[in-house]
Every structure is written in structure tokens, then in C-alpha cells.
């Protein structure tokens, strides 16, 4: 064997922010020195315990943490009757992130950049957004702590994530629409760091996902570990043992790497990542950068995108705003490369169909990125002995979602 | 032969700062953007810095993004771009020319590709906007080998600290951003600029040209005379965008236009002398 597999998956990244090849921090000099303010800022927070008791309690307290793990009794009777034998059809659980303040996973790694960038002396926040869920988070975040909050988001998302953006307007966050590009995701991270190049002495950007240059892909993974670790606890309780799988949902990857990153050297746990297919992996319409793309460099990082020949960024779509991005954390990138993860896809319709049979099972409306995560639950859960045991990360509420999939399905609101 | 150090110390033998245009390749469209190029050494321009489109240009303001997109839609790539010099060496060997922008095209091309084809396309010098010092070693060794300078750039924000290694890992010339801020936005003023580049003489001999904000014939002289060079790029895009017609094509007078900007702005840097 000339390439000796890592003895664990949990050392990454290096000191130049890289997960294998993939990852560092690829921006401009004007960027350069306060990317390391925020990575010497994040090291010494790690290890402040007030830093770290202060979070936890606004975890606890205004979160509303732990989030439960919720056995999805109706949903594994569904799937088990789906299956093809007696003797399959796994056990779902849910992890309940819909739960949290402001419905989504986001808000975990919200409070504790924001409390960094008070830590630093910062005065202004930044934030892009996709679907809403992550502004609405900062925004949130931002109001707690009287910070004045600036939201990105791309004018597309905007038009169909409307209830997000007077959510963000409510709490008191600007929103500014951005029209470059496909106005969406990507174009919206493109302004955001453009503003916080001209506005690097007083800006903090709260950066959403696990991506971006070093240490934002590593510090938001650490944020969002509480997810696994919690999810760790409860079904060894609950169980008395550990998971057969996990799923989740992949945009950016955040919500992903917080449930899978606890249970990487955890052998017997298989992870599925699940990106969105759009209309097809086979079309040209999709948000699959593993599945579909091949590794570049956007946004500070090396990773996975979606791009032409020519090396020129192509546009991904998806029903779900939030996974309609077209590159991934490069920790998932080096997880895919490594074989630890499995990178799997979902369709905008498999989606919109386990979005629908998740509200009427089990009386959960899901987020639609979420949703992604649990239309392959309904494809991998009936293939599993029925003692073996799933967990989806549901990582999001639909709420916002319900207008688009009103427009999908054909019905007038 | 280094194009760069022999214009630079030719310039500084006559006295005078240089002016460095900046135009993305392919705007509008290849034939025209060739013609400007042709140009751009009799209008004055000294040193000549062609932008590679890309769909993500973080650090460029509104004008240059939209360049980018009309030289994308025009068909350009980093291929295209390597052809546009190739054609432009055939009538100029003197005039240095650099290649800036973002590294995912790099990449994808194949960075060892790349840089022996830029070389002997003859290109003479590379701006990678997204690779800092700390990413050196993605494209370095490979520039390096063929002859190719990294002309780095040095923020307001660069401190003291940080200087000396930015510096260090230059080559060519030193590209100083006069703002903290992307292209085509704000201009420094010349107390700033007076201040900050005398911070950077003492860790580099290399010439330093200043960029960002400079969209002034006026500016471009008081940016020459207080560093080596003056860099200007946003208000020439702008020049050629208002040239176009309503379809974002080149009218017959596209290129006079751009070229008689690019006269204004020489006159005026050669009007001055430069502090070095």
C-alpha cells in the first residue's frame, strides 16, 4: 500500500488550513491579514472558557439546545412497507435542528462568530444568504447583540425566499439584493466579500457555511459539531449503541459536517452526503460540485465546483436555495477523495416528494434543503436490515419553503 | 532579456514614472481587443496588464466584473488570451506584459502548462489576485522556471509584520492597492499614497506602481511622481464601455476612444518626474 489511509479523520485541517489538497486561503492581499486576525481570534477562543460558557449558555438558553432525536416511528413503518422483505427497512431518527431558534442548524455557528466578532472589537456584521435561513440566523444573532447586520443575497433568492427577507428586515438586518451573475448564492458571497474588503477594519463576516478561506471552513465545523456530539449522547441512550448511517443534506456542507464530523473514526457508521440533483445530475441544471464537478479554487478555497473547461464557474440550481451553490466545504471534498463519506444525490422532485411525505407522516414540514437528506433516507432505509438504525440530520423547518412548493405543485396561495 | 526591468530602468534613466493600463482581454470582442492592445504602446502606455476573464472576480468592482462578462460572452479564455499576446508580440517585443487575474483558470489549464506557454507567448509577468504569499507554492516554482515575474500586491492592510514576506516573494514590480477596497471604487488621496509608499522602500528595490482608484490623468501623474508607476484600469474599462453600442459591440470609433484616454493619461504622467 503505498498510501497509508489516516489513522484518524479528525486531525485535519493543517496549519495552512488545508484538508489534503483541499481548502487554504486563496483570497487577496487586502483580505490576507484579517483572515488571520480571525484565525488567531478563533485559536485563543477555543480555549477561553468564558468564551466557550458564554456560547453555551445562549446554546441552551436562547436556542433552546440540546435539540431532541426524534424516532420517526410512522416513517420507518412507511419505509419498512416499502421495502422488499419482512426483514428490511432500518430504523429512522430524526435529529431535530428544525427545532432551534430560528428553525434551522444555522444559529449555533451564528452566536459564536458573533461573539467572536464582539471579541475582536468589530462593530459591523456581514453575512450572505441562500436561502434565508443563515441571514435570518446573523440577522438574529445581530439584534441579540445590537450589532448592525448587513444580509447578501442574490436577487433571485430574494423573489422566492420572501418571508426570510422581511424576517431579516424585521430583526432589523439590511438586505442587499445582488444582481451579478445568476444573482444567487455564489453572487451573493462574491458581494459579501467584496464589501469586506472595503470595510475590513470595523466588519466581521459571518461566513454561513463550511467554506470559504481558512479557519472559516474548520471554526464553523467546530460550531456545528454540537449536532454530532448531542446526537452521539442520544442514541447511545436511546439505543445503547451506535448508528448503522448517517444522512444528511449537502449545500456549502455545514449542517453536514456538524452531525458527521463527531463519528468520523466511528467505523461502523457509514455517512451519506446528499446533493442536490436539480432536475438531473445529467442536465445541466444541478448543484452536485462532488457528483458532477472536479476540484478548483472559488471563495478562498480549494474544493469541488462546478465548472466549464475553461476553468470559468458554472451556475448550479436547485429548488432549495440553500443548496444551490456550486462548489462544497473542502472538507467534504477531502472525505469524498478519503472514501469516508458516500456523495449521493437527490432531485428536485425526490425532494418536493419527501417533503410532502414527511409533513403528512410524521407532521414535520421540512426545509427543502433538508428534505434532499430525507429523500434519500426513503431510498437507502428500506435497503437496510430492519434492526439497523439511520439518522437524519433534519436540519431545517419548510415554513419558508411553503410558497415554492405551493408554485411546484401547482397550487395557488 | 526581462522586459519589466529594462522599461523600468529605461524609465528611470528619462526620469519619469510609468503608466500601466489595464484592459480585460477579449472586451468586447478578440479583433478589437487586439487592436487596442496594437495601440496602447504609441498612446504612452508603458507597461501593459491584460485582465483573463473570470465568472468571480472578487476583487474587481461593477465596470470590470461587466468587462469580464462581455470578453466571456465574446468567447474568451485563457487559451484566447495567450493567442491575443502571441499576435501583439508579432508587432512589439519592447513593451512588458502581464497577465492578471484570478487563479481557477490557471488551474484548470494546468499551472505547468500555463506558465511555459505564457512565456513563450510572451507574457512577462503574472498578478494572481487570489494567491497570497501563503499559497505561494501553487504557482511560484512554475513562474519561476520559465522566466515569469509574480508581481504581488500590497494593501493598506499589508502591516508591518506581513510586509517583509509580500515583498520577498515579488518579482518585476511591486503592485500597491491604494485602497482597501476592490477596483473602481475609491481613490486614495495623495497624503495617503505619500505616506504609504515610503513604508515599502526600505524592505524592496523593486519599482512600485500604485494601483485601485486611480481614474485621473491628474491622479495617474500624482500616483507616477510619489511611487514608479501608475496603474490604471477601471476608467479605461469605462472609456470602452461607453464606446459600445447598445448591444455591447465595438463601434468603429471603440478603439480611438480608448486610445485617446490612454494618450490623456500619458501626457500627464510623462509630464511629471518621478520622486525616484
Redesign the interface.
Same mark, same amino acid.
Given at each position: 500500500m503505498n498510501k497509508p489511509l489516516p489513522n484518524s479523520f479528525r486531525q485535519g485541517p493543517d496549519g @495552512?488550513g488545508r484538508f489534503g489538497q483541499f481548502g =487554504? @486561503?486563496?483570497?487577496?492581499?487586502?483580505?490576507?491579514? $484579517?483572515i488571520l486576525e480571525v484565525e488567531r481570534a478563533y485559536e485563543e477562543a477555543k480555549t477561553d472558557a468564558a468564551f466557550q460558557t458564554e456560547w453555551r449558555r445562549l446554546l441552551k438558553d436562547y436556542v433552546g439546545r440540546p435539540s431532541p432525536l426524534w424516532l420517526a416511528e410512522r416513517m420507518t413503518e412507511h419505509l419498512r412497507a416499502n421495502s422488499a422483505r419482512d426483514d428490511l427497512g432500518a430504523k429512522v431518527y430524526f435529529k431535530r435542528e428544525e427545532l432551534n431558534h430560528t428553525g434551522a442548524h444555522k444559529i449555533n455557528a451564528v452566536l459564536a462568530q458573533i461573539l467572536l466578532a464582539k471579541k475582536m472589537g468589530k462593530t459591523r456584521v456581514i453575512a450572505e444568504t441562500g436561502a434565508g435561513q443563515h441571514g435570518v440566523a446573523t440577522a438574529t444573532a445581530c439584534a441579540l447583540f445590537n450589532l448592525p447586520c448587513t444580509v447578501f443575497m442574490g436577487a433571485t433568492d430574494v423573489a422566492r425566499q420572501q418571508p426570510n427577507v422581511f424576517r431579516m428586515k424585521l430583526l432589523g438586518a439590511e438586505v442587499e439584493p445582488v444582481t451579478?451573475?445568476a444573482a444567487t448564492l455564489?453572487d451573493a458571497m462574491?458581494e459579501a466579500? @467584496?464589501y469586506w474588503?472595503?470595510?475590513?477594519?470595523d466588519t466581521y463576516y459571518c461566513i454561513g457555511t463550511v467554506a470559504g478561506p481558512h479557519p472559516y471552513p474548520v471554526m464553523v465545523r467546530d460550531f456545528q459539531c454540537v449536532i454530532g456530539e448531542e446526537t452521539k449522547q442520544q442514541i447511545l441512550a436511546a439505543e445503547g449503541r451506535l448508528p448503522d448511517a448517517l444522512v444528511c443534506a449537502v449545500g456549502g456542507g455545514s449542517s453536514a459536517m456538524g452531525l458527521f464530523h463527531p463519528f468520523l473514526d466511528d467505523e461502523g457508521v457509514a455517512m451519506y452526503g446528499v446533493e442536490a440533483a436539480g432536475r438531473g445530475v445529467d442536465t445541466e441544471e444541478h448543484a452536485a460540485s462532488i457528483t458532477r464537478g472536479r476540484p =478548483?479554487? $472559488?471563495?478562498?478555497n480549494r474544493t469541488y $465546483?462546478l #465548472?466549464d473547461?475553461? =476553468? #470559468?464557474?458554472q451556475e448550479a440550481h436547485s429548488i432549495s436555495a440553500g443548496l444551490d451553490y456550486p462548489g462544497i466545504g473542502p472538507e467534504h471534498s477531502w472525505l469524498h477523495e478519503a472514501g469516508r463519506v458516500n456523495y449521493v444525490t437527490a432531485t428536485d422532485d425526490e425532494a418536493l416528494e419527501a417533503f410532502q411525505v414527511c409533513s403528512k407522516l410524521e407532521g414535520i414540514i421540512p426545509a427543502l434543503e433538508t428534505a434532499h437528506g430525507l429523500a434519500h433516507v426513503m431510498k437507502l432505509a428500506p435497503t437496510m436490515p430492519r434492526d439497523a438504525i439511520v439518522v437524519l440530520n433534519l436540519s431545517g423547518r419548510g415554513d419558508k419553503d411553503i410558497f415554492t412548493v405551493a408554485h411546484h405543485l401547482g397550487v395557488k396561495l | 532579456m526581462n522586459r519589466i526591468a529594462d522599461r523600468f530602468a529605461a524609465l528611470k534613466r528619462e526620469g519619469r514614472g510609468a503608466l500601466v493600463t489595464f484592459l480585460e482581454g477579449y472586451d468586447p470582442d478578440p479583433a478589437t481587443s487586439l487592436a487596442i492592445l496594437r495601440g496602447l504602446p504609441g498612446a504612452g502606455a508603458d507597461v501593459i496588464e491584460i485582465g483573463v476573464p473570470f465568472t468571480d472576480p472578487m476583487a474587481d468592482g461593477p465596470s470590470i466584473q461587466k468587462a469580464g462578462l462581455r470578453a466571456l460572452k465574446a468567447g474568451a479564455t485563457l487559451a484566447g488570451v495567450l493567442a491575443l499576446v502571441r499576435d501583439f508580440r508579432k508587432e512589439d517585443a519592447a513593451t512588458p506584459v502581464v497577465l492578471m487575474g484570478y487563479f481557477n483558470p490557471v488551474l484548470s489549464y494546468g499551472v505547468d502548462r500555463f506558465c511555459n506557454d505564457a512565456a513563450a507567448s510572451g507574457v512577462d509577468g503574472l498578478i494572481m489576485v487570489d494567491v497570497p504569499p501563503e499559497e505561494a507554492d501553487e504557482i511560484e516554482p512554475q513562474a519561476k522556471a520559465n522566466g515569469l515575474d509574480l508581481i504581488r500586491l500590497v494593501a493598506p492592510t499589508t502591516d508591518e509584520a506581513r510586509l517583509p514576506r509580500v515583498l520577498a516573494a515579488t518579482t518585476g514590480f511591486v503592485y500597491y492597492v491604494a485602497i482597501t477596497g476592490i477596483t473602481g471604487t475609491r481613490s486614495a488621496s495623495g497624503a495617503d499614497l505619500s505616506a504609504a509608499i515610503p513604508r515599502l522602500r526600505p524592505h524592496t528595490d523593486l519599482p512600485i506602481c500604485i494601483g485601485f482608484g486611480i481614474r485621473t490623468p491628474e491622479k495617474a501623474a500624482e500616483a507616477a511622481r510619489i511611487a514608479d508607476g501608475a496603474v490604471v484600469g477601471t476608467a479605461l474599462v469605462e472609456t470602452l464601455a461607453a464606446s459600445l453600442d447598445d448591444q455591447g459591440r465595438a463601434k468603429p470609433d471603440t478603439v480611438r476612444k480608448v486610445l485617446d484616454h490612454v494618450r490623456a493619461l500619458a501626457e500627464a504622467v510623462r509630464g511629471v518626474k518621478s520622486a525616484a
Open positions: @495552512r =487554504g @486561503r486563496f483570497v487577496a492581499e487586502t483580505l490576507m491579514p $484579517l451579478s451573475g455564489k462574491n466579500l @467584496r474588503v472595503a470595510n475590513v477594519h =478548483g479554487v $472559488l471563495h478562498g $465546483l #465548472q473547461a475553461d =476553468g #470559468q464557474i | -
